[in-house]
Nanobody, 122 residues
Framework: QVQLVESGGGLVQAGDSLRLSCAAS????????MGWFRQAPGKERETVAT????????YYADSVKGRFTISRDNAKNTVYLQMNSLKPEDTAVYFC???????????????WGQGTQVTVSS
């Protein structure tokens, strides 16, 4: 079992940066692939970025490539999402999740945090 708590969301202007953190409980955090996902009002949840437990493999949605960076610190049981050059279309609730493999689809993820709101004004 893994419990996840996101933090770091907020209201920023277009072009600003934010770093989201996801703190995990449980001694087996390092064995899970982790992902960041987002859901805007009226839209389906979408994958933002994923990272394997070895850190060797990462995946990014085309819409965030070159702007967002996913990373993890297994010693701190934490996964991060550095978001640069934010755009209004990045506005959404951001969730972190854990899975046995680094699936690129959110359906494969078993454990979810409660989400943190990111709002980007133009």
């Amino acid at each position: 079992q893994v419990q996840l708590v996101e933090s770091g969301g907020g209201l920023v202007q277009a072009g600003d940066s934010l770093r989201l953190s996801c703190a995990a409980s449980g001694r087996t955090f390092s064995s899970y692939a982790m992902g960041w996902f987002r859901q805007a009002p009226g839209k389906e949840r979408e994958t933002v970025a994923t990272i394997s437990w070895t850190v060797r493999n990462t995946y990014y949605a085309d819409s965030v490539k070159g702007r967002f960076t996913i990373s993890r610190d297994n010693a701190k049981n934490t996964v991060y999402l550095q978001m640069n050059s934010l755009k209004p279309e990045d506005t959404a609730v951001y969730f972190c999740a854990a899975a046995g493999k680094p699936y690129t689809n959110y359906v494969g993820y078993d454990y979810w945090g409660q989400g943190t709101q990111v709002t980007v004004s133009s």
